[in-house]
C-alpha cells in the first residue's frame, strides 16, 4: 500500500513564504495526476493544486493562482507546494492526494498557520 506524507508547515507571518513537501512512498499510479489540498478550521477539505499526469502542467484554485507552486521531484518521489504571499485565509492543514483524490491516501497533513 502507497502512501503520502506530508511535511514543511509551521507558522508563517503574512506575505511570508512556505514550501511543502510530499513524500510518495510505493507506486501510485493516478491517470489524472496528484494534487493538493487543504482543510481550514470549520470548512471542507478543498482543491488547491494540480500537477496533471504525463504534461506536467499545472493548475490552480483561484484564491492561490499567482502565489502558489507545484512542483515534483521524480528522482526523489517527492511532490512540492511552494507558497508565496502567504495571507490568513491560508491557514490550513494540506494534504497530498492522487488526482481526484482517493480515500486510502488521505495522510495526517501537515500543518499551516498564517498569523502575526
Known amino acids: 500500500q502507497a502512501q503520502l506524507v506530508e511535511s514543511g508547515g509551521g507558522l508563517v507571518q503574512p506575505g511570508g513564504s512556505l514550501t511543502l513537501s510530499c513524500a510518495v512512498a510505493?507506486?501510485?499510479?493516478?491517470?489524472?495526476?496528484m494534487g493538493w489540498y487543504r482543510q481550514a478550521p470549520g470548512n471542507e477539505r478543498e482543491f488547491v493544486a494540480r500537477?496533471?499526469?504525463?504534461?506536467?502542467?499545472?493548475n490552480y484554485t483561484d484564491s492561490v493562482k499567482g502565489r502558489f507552486v507545484m512542483s515534483r521531484d521524480d528522482a526523489k518521489n517527492t511532490m512540492y507546494l511552494q507558497m508565496n504571499s502567504l495571507k490568513p485565509e491560508d491557514t490550513a492543514v494540506y494534504y497530498c492526494?492522487?488526482?481526484?483524490?482517493?480515500?486510502?491516501?488521505w495522510g495526517a497533513g501537515t500543518r499551516v498557520t498564517v498569523s502575526l
Open positions: 500537477l496533471v499526469a504525463h504534461t506536467g502542467l499545472t
Open positions: 492526494n492522487t488526482f481526484p483524490p482517493r480515500g486510502e491516501y
Open positions: 510505493g507506486r501510485i499510479f493516478s491517470s489524472g495526476g
